[in-house]
């Protein structure tokens, strides 16, 4: 039996090997390991894809949500809003600057965040609301109320899961003030290890966010600040110089097989399809399903030798280390219910015809087997 991976990131190297090790050897033989040539490069490169004026490169995506909000204000005991679907670290950046993460429930369909619901939760507290950008699309900002300026609140976009994404012609990274990504390894742009970047059209902002990544400071021995120790390293910068001139192919090859698991799966009894929301472009970083039963059909396509996975199968708010929001089941039902339903399936350039043929048929016979 032959196993199929959630994500192949094999292929992807094989393509980029040879460039990304020709590079490796120009910043060891010029020793220049940190806010090297290359690091500079990447920024002014992804910068212009995604149409942003500044990009600043940080160690993680984690970071970078948490430099965004840190830049634009946002200090102990302020409000971020946030949707209750997403992973953990969208709230822990709060968190760790000691403010407060509040919650609101996503759509029924495409699980994004619920724009209408903002408005029932901004107080005088809140700094900043933070839409999540999910899947590989981008979340609908335009449907926020337009009343937050005034009251001056941010909106920071989190958009590690949506490079090439983009909304109305609009691409991902240019919604809101400020916009944090991830450049974790399986991401459509992914590194070989840790890596994440802060866009804005801001310059002062920018600014910030490299000095505050920089131990506060503009010069060597010279701190302005109390900082931290976040920047992109030069060698994962080689690597993502190299595959950022292929994303654009790539993700293209992730909608073919999204349009192909589409038809395979039409009419499927069982399965709900995942839906894009009218004026996105979607780059699929993954195919998300909903499914009953779902953990068993999960097993049953794992002990199939299919790498499916849950993204996520914890609601924010009912996760242990979110306990302090004091939150409970029911407070969420669109995320609690989503989370006993959503199912990746295998999705990344290069899967072939065949291997998603096989995902539906064993998925189709795990439907049949778990749910009858």
């Known amino acids: 039996m032959t196993s199929i991976p959630l994500v192949d990131l094999s292929a992807q190297h094989a393509v980029v090997a040879e460039e990304v090790l020709e590079g490796f050897q120009q910043v060891l033989a010029a020793g220049d390991f940190i806010g090297g040539k290359a690091v500079?490069?990447?920024?002014?490169?992804?910068?212009?894809?995604?149409?942003?004026?500044?990009?600043?490169?940080?160690?993680?995506g984690t970071d970078a949500l948490e430099m965004a909000l840190r830049a634009v204000g946002v200090g102990v005991g302020d409000e971020v809003v946030l949707p209750a679907n997403t992973f953990i670290a969208t709230a822990e950046a709060v968190v760790r600057i000691g403010a407060v993460p509040v919650l609101v429930d996503v759509d029924d369909e495409a699980l994004l965040l619920d724009a209408a619901a903002v408005d029932g939760v901004v107080t005088e507290r809140t700094r900043a609301v933070l839409p999540v950008d999910l899947y590989g699309q981008v979340a609908p900002f335009e449907q926020l109320p337009s009343t937050l300026l005034e009251h001056g609140v941010a909106v920071i976009e989190d958009g590690a899961q949506s490079q090439g994404a983009t909304r109305n012609g609009q691409s991902a990274g240019t919604f809101g003030v400020m916009a944090a990504t991830s450049f974790y390894p399986g991401k459509n742009l992914g590194a070989y290890g840790d890596a994440g970047a802060v866009l804005t059209d801001d310059e002062d902002l920018a600014r910030e966010v490299r000095l505050m990544g920089a131990h506060g400071s503009p010069a060597k021995y010279v701190h302005t600040r109390a900082g931290f120790n976040s920047r992109l390293d030069t060698l994962q910068a080689v690597v993502l110089r190299a595959k950022l001139a292929r994303l654009g192919g790539w993700n293209e090859q992730r909608r073919e097989a999204a349009a192909r698991y589409g038809s395979l799966l039409a009419g499927m009894q069982g399965v709900r399809l995942p839906v894009t929301l009218p004026g996105n472009?979607?780059?699929?970083?993954?195919?998300?399903?909903?499914?009953?039963?779902?953990?068993?059909?999960?097993?049953?396509?794992?002990?199939?030798?299919?790498?499916?996975?849950?993204?996520?199968?914890?609601?924010?708010?009912?996760?242990?280390?979110?306990?302090?929001?004091?939150?409970?089941?029911?407070?969420?039902?669109?995320?609690?219910?989503?989370?006993?339903?959503i199912l990746s399936l295998p999705i990344f350039p290069g899967i072939t015809a065949e291997q998603q043929e096989r995902v539906v048929d064993v998925l189709a016979a795990a439907l049949r087997t778990v749910v009858g």
């Open 40 to 60: 500079a490069a990447f920024e002014e490169e992804y910068a212009n894809f995604t149409g942003a004026r500044w990009c600043v490169g940080v160690a993680n």
């Open 281 to 341: 472009e979607h780059v699929w970083h993954l195919y998300v399903v909903r499914v009953p039963e779902r953990d068993a059909v999960l097993r049953h396509l794992q002990d199939e030798g299919v790498g499916a996975a849950v993204h996520y199968p914890v609601p924010v708010h009912l996760t242990p280390a979110m306990e302090r929001l004091g939150h409970g089941p029911g407070d969420f039902p669109v995320s609690e219910q989503a989370a006993t339903e």
